[in-house]
């Protein structure tokens, strides 16, 4: 390589990126201060392109890096209006997801779309889409599926750890009891071995059946 052609390849590539606010002015590699919408819909495209987002996530995402106020509500303002983002759709997918995929209750699921921002209406409404029953079968299969990995444990430790993998799943401790109980009780059965401890376990006086999204 020649030194003019070492030169060159030293002075190639862009300017470095300023700190601070400017530093959302800078996309693609090229410099646009004097609209900040422009940018502010680069970034949302990219940012939706990568996963879905809240309206209250591109916001924020704005903010960092950033774009003024009024280009960012202006720009998420459009894209609400021609549904490029929807919280409600976002939450309805999301509960779909998190719950099937994680098992996740409503309590859980509701706490995580009001960390995103979504909209108490919208969440109410994702919360409604889970069929009548949903979370009790859900509940059941995952303690099923635990329930062999603690075979050989006193009775009230096993009771302890599946009803701790409920509550940590969003379910209420009326409805892990009662669920945890049903399983130990029916292995019991099955086994020709004793439950007896149960009988002296009160059920928590806990109402979570009825309303799982405290919003």
């Known amino acids: 390589m020649t030194g003019a052609r070492r030169r060159a390849d030293s002075t190639s590539g862009d300017a470095p990126v300023p700190h601070g606010r400017d530093r959302g002015y800078v996309e693609g590699g090229e410099r646009e201060r004097d609209d900040p919408e422009s940018v502010a819909r680069l970034i949302c495209l990219r940012l939706l ?3 879905p987002r809240t309206q209250a996530e591109l916001a924020a995402a704005l903010r960092q890096r950033g774009i003024p106020d009024s ?3 202006a720009v ?5 209006a021609v549904k490029i983002i929807d919280d409600a759709t976002f939450a309805r997918a999301w509960v779909e997801s998190r719950h099937h995929g994680r098992g996740l209750a409503g309590r859980a699921l509701g706490a995580e779309l009001r960390r995103k921002g979504v909209a108490p209406n919208d969440i109410v409404g994702a919360l409604e889409e889970l069929a009548p029953g949903q979370e009790l079968a859900t509940a059941r299969e995952l303690v099923a ?5 603690t075979s050989g444990q006193p009775g009230p430790a096993r009771m302890r750890r599946l009803t701790g993998l409920l509550a940590r799943k969003g379910y209420g401790p009326g409805l892990a009891f009662r669920v945890v109980r049903e399983a130990l009780e029916q292995e019991a059965a099955d086994t020709g071995g004793a439950a007896c401890y149960l009988a002296d376990m009160p059920e928590p006086d806990t109402d979570d059946d009825a309303e799982l999204t405290e919003l």
Do not use: V
């Not at 998420?76 to 609400?80: D, E, I, P, Q």
């Not at 599926?145 to 990995?149: F, H, K, V």
């Open 76 to 80: 998420l303002a459009r894209f609400a």
């Open 49 to 51: 392109t990568a996963a």
């Open 71 to 73: 280009a960012a509500q």
């Open 145 to 149: 599926r635990r329930l062999p990995g």
